[in-house]
């Protein structure tokens, strides 16, 4: 049975935040695998899991029992959890508290294997792959604009309901009545006053 550290430190902590992420009802998962040979006395090997169970899960003895099963959740399913160098942090829900346990182990194991997989590495920007880079989506979305047409339609004449084509005259109708419309600073009640 393989031994699993504790997170302890908050900059453990939020160095598993900018990792991979598991969610499900009961928990969320946060993982990132450690890069660097243990080198040291103090150097953490293995896998090591933290807790943050938030005040809004509920009050103060709902949050430890969730605590303390998803610590027996972690002992029960130890034999069974990857053997990475990798630091994981668990984020109960309130669903944890009355969860069956054996669900509780199963999304443990899940959650796990899911964060510590080791991350493929990433092809450079400029490969000649054959598909499109970051940048050059990023870069495609700033030409584009927000209110630019995504592909093909003419900003100059937006496609009504109808499938008509807007002029650009002010006063033409697409079902091509020409009737003049009437000017948009008119009022129908009295003005005087």
């Known amino acids: 049975m393989s031994t699993i550290g ?6 453990d902590f939020l160095a598993a935040a900018g990792g991979r992420r598991y969610h499900n009802e009961r928990l969320s998962a946060q993982g990132v695998v450690r890069a660097e040979p243990a080198t040291g006395d ?3 090997e293995g896998l090591r899991i933290g807790f943050t169970i938030t005040k809004r899960v509920g009050h103060a ?4 029992r969730i605590r303390r099963r998803l ?3 972690v002992a029960e399913a130890s034999g069974a959890l990857p053997a990475r160098d ?6 109960a829900r309130r669903p944890a508290l009355h969860a069956p346990f054996q669900t509780l182990i199963d999304d ?3 959650a796990v294997a899911v964060v510590t997989k080791p991350q493929a590495a990433k092809a450079p920007a400029g490969s000649g792959s054959g598909h499109r880079g970051e940048a050059d989506r990023a870069s495609s979305r700033r030409r584009r604009g ?3 047409p995504a592909s093909g339609a003419s900003a100059a004449a937006p496609v009504l309901a109808t499938g008509a084509t807007a002029s650009a005259s002010p006063g033409s109708r697409p079902d091509g009545a020409g009737a003049p419309s009437s000017p948009s600073n008119a009022c129908d009640g009295p ?3």
């Open 191 to 193: 003005t005087d006053g």
């Open 146 to 148: 927000k209110g630019a």
């Open 108 to 110: 443990l194991r899940q």
């Open 6 to 11: 504790r997170l302890t430190r908050r900059s």
């Open 71 to 73: 610590r027996a959740a």
């Open 42 to 44: 103090d150097a953490p």
């Open 86 to 91: 990798a630091d994981v942090v668990l984020v």
């Open 61 to 64: 003895t709902e949050r430890n």
